[in-house]
């Protein structure tokens, strides 16, 4: 509402009011679902969430998978559909890709054009869509963490999602994001959750971060 309404910090209640009414639903409700420990079920949980709240409630519905391990996308298109997805190019990595290229905003892909639309094979949810993850999601993140950093060359992937997102979440009454366990780049940084890498940082057993340990 603040680039919108442009009231500053403090907000006048009818245009708030106002605002709200352009939109479909009012604004989405955000869920990361996440948890430190590998094969938590997060991903089951998430879809099984997802469909209900689309085939019972009759809401809409997104699921943005950021787990290279897929299991998101795997539980709604099944490895078939997937690889013809993933062979045009159209999933999430495309988002940080364009990034990392340093690609002009304008000029990135539109997340719109990479949605999965009624991804669910239930008949009755019909409004949950997916927004596919890759396995060449691992590349990125290894990328990622070699890039320049300092005042000049800050690269912030939480912030990309959130403006590759931007307005294209508010069609959604519900967004769940799939976050890996590793809680790597795009959630959290140096994050490391395997039993046998506790008390380390991913790369101290030479793998770079890039082993299945550490992922």
């Given at each position: 509402?603040?680039?919108?309404?442009?009231?500053?910090?403090?907000?006048?209640r009818?245009?708030?009011?106002?605002w709200?009414?352009?939109?479909?639903?009012?604004?989405?409700?955000?869920?990361?679902?996440?948890?430190i420990?590998?094969?938590?079920?997060?991903?089951?949980v998430?879809?099984?969430?997802?469909?209900?709240?689309?085939?019972?409630?009759?809401?809409?519905?997104?699921?943005?998978?950021?787990d290279?391990q897929?299991?998101?996308?795997?539980?709604?298109?099944?490895?078939?559909?997937?690889?013809?997805?993933?062979?045009?190019?159209?999933?999430?990595?495309?988002?940080?890709?364009?990034?990392?290229?340093?690609?002009?905003?304008?000029?990135?892909?539109?997340p719109?054009?990479?949605?999965?639309?009624?991804a669910?094979?239930?008949?009755?949810?019909r409004?949950?869509?997916?927004l596919p993850?890759?396995?060449?999601?691992?590349?990125?993140?290894?990328?990622w963490?070699?890039?320049?950093?300092g005042?000049?060359?800050?690269?912030?992937?939480?912030s990309?999602?959130?403006?590759?997102?931007?307005?294209?979440?508010?069609?959604?009454e519900?967004?769940?994001?799939?976050?890996?366990c590793?809680?790597?780049?795009?959630?959290?940084?140096?994050?490391?959750?395997?039993?046998d890498?506790?008390?380390?940082?991913?790369?101290?057993?030479?793998?770079?971060?890039?082993?299945?340990?550490?992922?």
């Amino acid at each position: 509402p603040v680039n919108d309404l442009r009231t500053g910090p403090v907000f006048d209640r009818s245009q708030v009011r106002q605002w709200l009414a352009r939109r479909r639903g009012g604004v989405p409700n955000v869920l990361a679902m996440l948890n430190i420990s590998r094969a938590a079920g997060v991903s089951t949980v998430t879809v099984a969430l997802a469909e209900v709240l689309a085939a019972d409630f009759r809401k809409r519905v997104l699921v943005v998978d950021l787990d290279p391990q897929m299991g998101s996308t795997l539980r709604l298109l099944g490895p078939e559909r997937w690889k013809k997805v993933n062979g045009r190019g159209r999933t999430i990595v495309r988002v940080f890709e364009d990034a990392l290229a340093g690609i002009p905003d304008r000029k990135r892909v539109k997340p719109s054009s990479l949605l999965v639309r009624g991804a669910s094979p239930v008949a009755d949810a019909r409004t949950l869509d997916l927004l596919p993850s890759s396995l060449d999601l691992l590349d990125v993140l290894e990328r990622w963490q070699r890039a320049p950093t300092g005042p000049l060359h800050t690269v912030d992937p939480t912030s990309i999602l959130r403006n590759a997102l931007g307005t294209l979440i508010e069609e959604y009454e519900y967004v769940l994001v799939d976050c890996p366990c590793d809680l790597g780049a795009v959630c959290f940084e140096n994050g490391c959750c395997a039993p046998d890498c506790d008390g380390k940082d991913c790369g101290d057993d030479g793998c770079g971060g890039t082993c299945g340990n550490c992922l």
